[in-house]
């Protein structure tokens, strides 16, 4: 007698097997549907040769038979009554269970159809998706034909509206675009439920199942509809085939690889898997612009199908509305089609898309298709070139619409066949720094970023919309980042030069050339500068401000630096960085306008009045203000604070206190001010116990009196939220700054009881080994350093520790964060007060090198 103890030994037998002989899934399809068959097989076995009056169906990725190694096996039971039939299927679900078959069930009556219907979405579409396994069909099909009563033409509508915002909803949360770097492989924009959603869509439009009793997969049940009625072209149901058996590839071996249900495709797994499936050491950058592939056909195709679907049925006009555009083109609505049956040629696809920007439109499933094809076969012609361009040009200069129109180009491939040079940056990945998109979704984003300054009344969005002429910043932006794919470092130097090379090509003058180049050759500067180097510092200023030959250039790398940093990564782009950003620019404005030096500015701009200072305190006079000004050798200390906040300083010093500490809160930091007197390393120490309290620093300004006292200010993050240090730690974080200024906090011993509690954080907030790189900048007072590495929780105490034991003193430091990675900027000077000597140079970085390769 076959017992469930050996039942459930032979299914797991069998399951592993299966698993193990499909890892590295050379026909991911044949594996989905082979598990599905064993699942189906063994519920069938268990559940015996008794006769029900209730349903067992499969739903979900096991009625698709689309089952990855550890998805969900979803069981839906559907009965006349389930208060009758309650124990067999409790006694079912158990028996499932011991047997190895760890099942989720739902239990469903016919009234749950409508019930549903109106209340939860997700859950009625899991009706759509139920395959039959045992019980009563009779009742199966009386089920399927209730369900599709109830689909009127007004349910359908709103049916469909609801799928279409859910998409949306799900977009919000996973990635609108394909080409997110680290993306769910289901729920991400070209993710499986893109194409899903597109199935639940036709079912609802044809009142028709897809769980056909065949061996394949619902997927491919689907495309092979879709050839047989024609809804889009043969070689499109070929790479909607071939990318989605990609995809649930990828699936099935995340799963099998983290042994575990688990649909984000992050770095390390991308490298594992890569590895796994092409055997060369250069694997990665190929497979991943093979998955990006797939999930933008995927993608491209979900969207068209939902303009397709909409216009079915929601009142479609008539023929006779529709407008010829010219003899190849007609406009309906917002559709743009064929003209009949025209011969197209790549100059009037640039063309399709001119009038789909200028009239806010989308193209058929028919011209998009012939698109599609057109470029897929086509091998560039010179004579097409000059053609092509006029009406690309007229599309970069277009009022609105300029990056939509260029991501779909770029979707649908046109894009890299008209400029050969873009080819390699599609699908392009940077593993290791902070960027969260391919380059070539980065670039058309930092366009649509730009053009949502429209309606922006910021003195950037008013920069914005005073200029006439957007084609120059359009083209900057379209080849800021052309020559990642030759070499990163350097990519501004070399991308000046494709640009001018592509624009003369395309026939462009040299004077509408120059200005471009000079963008692309320094889109990196601004950033650099404002983020890392001290505003204040006459010497900055005048290097930056050098550059420029007018206020208008200025004003376009200001714009294109903007485009680009908020378009990297949602998380990069703050506030804080904005209004060092805007710091930058308006020092610079000034300068070019009235025609003065750095020195001029900050001098001219730092006049104190001691009497408006000292009104703020009782207990300080303007002598008090005077000295305490005249003892700070540092004209940024006035630029740093309010009048009100000096007068505090003040204040604190003649108290004769040990330490005073204040916070001030901003949109999304807080800045920490700390009073006392200077001791060796105090810069380390006070970074140590921001640490310790899980405060990210992003800026450091230190600015010491002649009688040792001693005004450093940090502005910090939480390192969790991002966002501002919540108010209830405050007086925590003041008791241990008094502590290790008093000696009594030991802060080796703090880190070493943090260290546990770090590794659980780090593990999930910082992925990427990522390289380690020190550079030296010249300077007139000072030594710069400037520390590139992957983040780490007390990084920059470590490394001012690491700093103080080389005999350097710290007088400025500013700290930038971009994703997983910063870049620390040190003013240093050695123990006599004099600049690193460059003998010194060497040694310094491999002792920094040292300090912080143990770190990670």
């Keep these: 007698m076959t017992t469930l103890s050996n039942i459930k030994k032979e299914f797991l037998r069998k399951r592993d097997k299966l698993f193990q002989e499909n890892f590295r899934q050379k026909n991911s399809f044949l594996f989905s549907v082979s598990y599905s068959l064993l699942v189906e097989e063994y519920i069938r076995e268990l559940s015996g040769e008794n006769k029900h009056n209730f349903i067992l169906a499969s739903a979900g990725s096991f009625s698709r038979r689309e089952l990855s190694p550890f998805s969900d096996i979803d069981l839906m039971f559907i009965t006349n009554s389930i208060e009758e039939n309650k124990e067999v299927i409790s006694h079912l679900v158990t028996k499932f269970w011991d047997c190895g078959l760890e099942a989720s069930h739902t239990l469903r009556e016919f009234s749950d159809i409508e019930k549903f219907l109106h209340t939860d979405l997700h859950t009625f579409t899991q009706f759509f998706e139920t395959r039959f396994l045992l019980g009563s069909e009779t009742l199966y099909k009386k089920w399927n034909e209730t369900l599709f009563s109830y689909i009127t033409d007004d349910i359908k509508i709103k049916l469909l509206q609801e799928l279409t915002d859910d998409i949306n909803t799900r977009y919000e949360k996973y990635g609108e675009s394909p080409k997110v770097l680290e993306p769910n492989v289901k729920s991400s924009a070209g993710g499986l439920r893109d194409f899903q959603a597109i199935e639940w869509m036709y079912v609802l439009m044809n009142k028709t199942l897809l769980n056909k009793q065949s061996e394949m997969t619902q997927a491919e049940v689907f495309i092979n509809l879709l050839r047989e009625n024609n809804y889009t072209s043969e070689n499109e149901c070929k790479r909607l085939l071939k990318s989605y058996r990609l995809i649930i590839a990828v699936r099935n071996m995340l799963h099998l690889t983290s042994r575990q249900k688990n649909d984000r495709f992050e770095f390390n797994a991308q490298r594992k898997i890569s590895s796994m499936l092409i055997h060369r050491k250069d694997a990665l950058p190929g497979f991943m612009h093979e998955y990006f592939n797939a999930a933008n056909i995927i993608n491209r195709f979900s969207k068209s199908m939902i303009q397709k679907f909409q216009e079915e049925i929601f009142n479609p006009l008539p023929d006779s509305l529709a407008i010829d555009l010219d003899e190849d083109f007609i406009l309906k609505g917002k559709t743009i089609s064929l003209n009949g049956k025209p011969k197209i040629s790549l100059p009037d696809i640039i063309r399709a898309f001119y009038y789909r920007g200028l009239h806010n439109a989308h193209f058929d499933e028919n011209l998009r298709s012939t698109v599609i094809e057109i470029i897929e076969d086509y091998e560039g012609d010179?004579?097409?070139?000059?053609?092509?361009?006029?009406?690309?040009?007229?599309?970069?200069?277009?009022?609105?619409?300029?990056?939509?129109?260029?991501?779909?180009?770029?979707?649908?491939?046109?894009?890299?066949?008209?400029?050969?040079?873009?080819?390699?940056?599609?699908?392009?990945?940077?593993?290791?720094?902070?960027?969260?998109?391919?380059?070539?979704?980065?670039?058309?984003?930092?366009?649509?970023?730009?053009?949502?300054?429209?309606?922006?009344?910021?003195?950037?969005?008013?920069?914005?919309?005073?200029?006439?002429?957007?084609?120059?910043?359009?083209?900057?932006?379209?080849?800021?980042?052309?020559?990642?794919?030759?070499?990163?470092?350097?990519?501004?130097?070399?991308?000046?030069?494709?640009?001018?090379?592509?624009?003369?090509?395309?026939?462009?003058?040299?004077?509408?050339?120059?200005?471009?180049?000079?963008?692309?050759?320094?889109?990196?500067?601004?950033?650099?500068?404002?983020?890392?180097?001290?505003?204040?510092?006459?010497?900055?200023?005048?290097?930056?401000?050098?550059?420029?030959?007018?206020?208008?250039?200025?004003?376009?790398?200001?714009?294109?630096?903007?485009?680009?940093?908020?378009?990297?990564?949602?998380?990069?782009?703050?506030?804080?960085?904005?209004?060092?950003?805007?710091?930058?620019?308006?020092?610079?404005?000034?300068?070019?306008?009235?025609?003065?030096?750095?020195?001029?500015?900050?001098?001219?701009?730092?006049?104190?009045?001691?009497?408006?200072?000292?009104?703020?305190?009782?207990?300080?006079?303007?002598?008090?203000?005077?000295?305490?000004?005249?003892?700070?050798?540092?004209?940024?200390?006035?630029?740093?604070?309010?009048?009100?906040?000096?007068?505090?300083?003040?204040?604190?010093?003649?108290?004769?206190?040990?330490?005073?500490?204040?916070?001030?809160?901003?949109?999304?930091?807080?800045?920490?001010?700390?009073?006392?007197?200077?001791?060796?390393?105090?810069?380390?120490?006070?970074?140590?116990?921001?640490?310790?309290?899980?405060?990210?620093?992003?800026?450091?300004?230190?600015?010491?009196?002649?009688?040792?006292?001693?005004?450093?200010?940090?502005?910090?993050?939480?390192?969790?939220?991002?966002?501002?240090?919540?108010?209830?730690?405050?007086?925590?974080?003041?008791?241990?700054?008094?502590?290790?200024?008093?000696?009594?906090?030991?802060?080796?011993?703090?880190?070493?009881?943090?260290?546990?509690?770090?590794?659980?954080?780090?593990?999930?907030?910082?992925?990427?080994?990522?390289?380690?790189?020190?550079?030296?900048?010249?300077?007139?007072?000072?030594?710069?350093?400037?520390?590139?590495?992957?983040?780490?929780?007390?990084?920059?105490?470590?490394?001012?520790?690491?700093?103080?034991?080389?005999?350097?003193?710290?007088?400025?430091?500013?700290?930038?964060?971009?994703?997983?990675?910063?870049?620390?900027?040190?003013?240093?000077?050695?123990?006599?007060?004099?600049?690193?000597?460059?003998?010194?140079?060497?040694?310094?970085?491999?002792?920094?090198?040292?300090?912080?390769?143990?770190?990670?």
Aim: proline residues 2%; charged residues 25%.
């Design 382 to 856: 010179s004579k097409n070139e000059a053609e092509s361009s006029v009406f690309f040009r007229e599309i970069l200069r277009l009022p609105k619409n300029v990056g939509l129109t260029l991501s779909v180009l770029n979707e649908l491939g046109v894009l890299k066949a008209f400029m050969p040079e873009f080819k390699d940056l599609s699908g392009f990945v940077q593993h290791g720094v902070y960027h969260c998109y391919t380059a070539d979704e980065h670039t058309i984003q930092t366009i649509q970023n730009l053009e949502k300054l429209e309606k922006d009344i910021s003195p950037l969005g008013k920069i914005y919309n005073n200029l006439k002429d957007k084609e120059t910043l359009h083209l900057a932006l379209l080849f800021h980042d052309i020559a990642k794919p030759i070499n990163i470092s350097g990519h501004e130097i070399i991308g000046a030069e494709m640009a001018s090379s592509i624009m003369h090509r395309l026939g462009y003058s040299d004077e509408e050339i120059e200005p471009v180049a000079f963008l692309v050759r320094n889109h990196l500067v601004m950033e650099q500068v404002a983020f890392r180097r001290n505003l204040n510092d006459p010497e900055t200023l005048n290097n930056f401000t050098s550059r420029f030959n007018s206020v208008k250039e200025l004003d376009l790398l200001y714009l294109v630096t903007y485009a680009d940093l908020s378009a990297v990564n949602p998380a990069i782009w703050t506030s804080w960085k904005s209004d060092l950003l805007a710091e930058l620019y308006t020092k610079s404005k000034s300068m070019l306008e009235d025609q003065i030096s750095g020195e001029e500015l900050l001098f001219s701009s730092i006049y104190v009045e001691t009497k408006e200072i000292s009104k703020h305190s009782e207990m300080i006079s303007e002598s008090h203000v005077q000295e305490h000004i005249e003892s700070i050798n540092d004209i940024g200390y006035a630029h740093q604070f309010t009048d009100k906040e000096i007068a505090k300083h003040i204040e604190e010093i003649q108290k004769g206190i040990i330490l005073s500490t204040s916070f001030k809160e901003f949109e999304d930091f807080t800045n920490i001010t700390i009073i006392t007197k200077d001791s060796p390393s105090l810069l380390s120490k006070l970074c140590g116990v921001l640490s310790i309290n899980d405060a990210n620093i992003h800026d450091a300004k230190i600015f010491t009196r002649k009688d040792g006292m001693v005004i450093d200010t940090f502005n910090v993050t939480d390192f969790r939220s991002h966002g501002k240090i919540d108010p209830e730690r405050y007086p925590k974080i003041k008791n241990d700054l008094n502590d290790v200024v008093m000696g009594i906090l030991q802060l080796n011993q703090e880190f070493a009881r943090m260290k546990s509690k770090w590794w659980r954080i780090e593990s999930k907030f910082f992925k990427r080994a990522g390289k380690v790189k020190i550079d030296f900048d010249k300077h007139e007072k000072y030594t710069i350093i400037d520390v590139f590495s992957p983040d780490r929780l007390g990084f920059l105490y470590q490394v001012t520790s690491k700093m103080h034991q080389l005999g350097m003193s710290i007088y400025f430091a500013k700290i930038s964060t971009k994703g997983d990675d910063i870049v620390d900027s040190f003013y240093v000077l050695d123990n006599s007060g004099n600049k690193i000597s460059s003998y010194n140079y060497d040694f310094i970085k491999s002792e920094l090198i040292e300090t912080i390769t143990q770190m990670l």
